[in-house]
T-cell receptor, first 116, second 112 residues
Framework: NAGVTQTPKFQVLKTGQSMTLQCAQDMNHNSMYWYRQDPGMGLRLIYYSASEGTTDKGEVPNGYNVSRLNKREFSLRLESAAPSQTSVYFC???????????????FGPGTRLTVL | GNSVTQMEGPVTLSEEAFLTINCTYTATGYPSLFWYVQYPGEGLQLLLKATKADDKGSNKGFEATYRKETTSFHLEKGSVQVSDSAVYFCALSERGRRALTFGSGTRLQVQP
């Protein structure tokens, strides 16, 4: 049981290049999330997916696209990378416990992305 | 909208000292509250949670009490260890909303 896995761990891009960050979970969770973490700003939600086939924008979606490939996998794509997208990216997942009024999320180890 | 405010760090303590990290929140409904911990080079891990007013979450010697009257969820530990050195994030989740709102994080450094 690996939990939430992310690839790659590190990546350096040049401005304008594209790449896809991969995320997979083996906990049979319906909901998956992408966050970015910047110094002094905590984590900010980029996109999330409440179930296979659905995606919704979060707080900072501009410059990103996502794909919920199946229940296990949720990828984040940067079509034309910019230096402002230099950050640490975290994927997370959660089960559907709305009736219990809390939402415990499980996080991957992160991808450290630098855009030059 | 929702927001979480944490005390700025870094917080530097000697081993066995008492720890308090302040967290206050703003929410339109009745949120659930969380503390997450991030050890160097790792992702976030849930440390403790509280789902309603006056609940106390606890784990690994850490405690936090959901105070609705002061909209606070301060993290405490009676005796910190070097291994507690990490970044601590306060977060909230509103009923019916899947996303978490995080504070900016507080770095704790414990010296031997």
């Amino acid at each position: 049981n690996a939990g939430v896995t992310q690839t790659p761990k590190f990546q350096v891009l040049k401005t304008g290049q594209s790449m896809t960050l991969q995320c997979a979970q083996d906990m049979n969770h319906n909901s998956m999330y992408w966050y970015r973490q910047d110094p002094g700003m905590g984590l900010r939600l980029i996109y999330y997916s409440a179930s296979e086939g659905t995606t919704d924008k979060g707080e900072v979606p501009n410059g990103y696209n996502v794909s919920r490939l199946n229940k296990r996998e949720f990828s984040l794509r940067l079509e034309s990378a910019a230096p402002s997208q230099t950050s640490v990216y975290f994927c997370a997942s959660s089960g559907d416990r709305q009736t219990l009024s809390y939402n415990e999320q499980f996080f991957g180890p992160g991808t450290r992305l630098t855009v030059l | 909208g929702n927001s979480v405010t944490q005390m700025e760090g870094p917080v530097t303590l000697s081993e066995e000292a008492f720890l308090t990290i302040n967290c206050t929140y703003t929410a339109t409904g009745y949120p659930s509250l969380f503390w997450y911990v991030q050890y160097p080079g790792e992702g976030l891990q849930l440390l403790l949670k509280a789902t309603k007013a006056d609940d106390k979450g606890s784990n690994k010697g850490f405690e936090a009490t959901y105070r609705k009257e002061t909209t606070s969820f301060h993290l405490e530990k009676g005796s910190v260890q070097v291994s507690d050195s990490a970044v601590y994030f306060c977060a909230l989740s509103e009923r019916g909303r899947r996303a978490l709102t995080f504070g900016s994080g507080t770095r704790l450094q414990v010296q031997p």
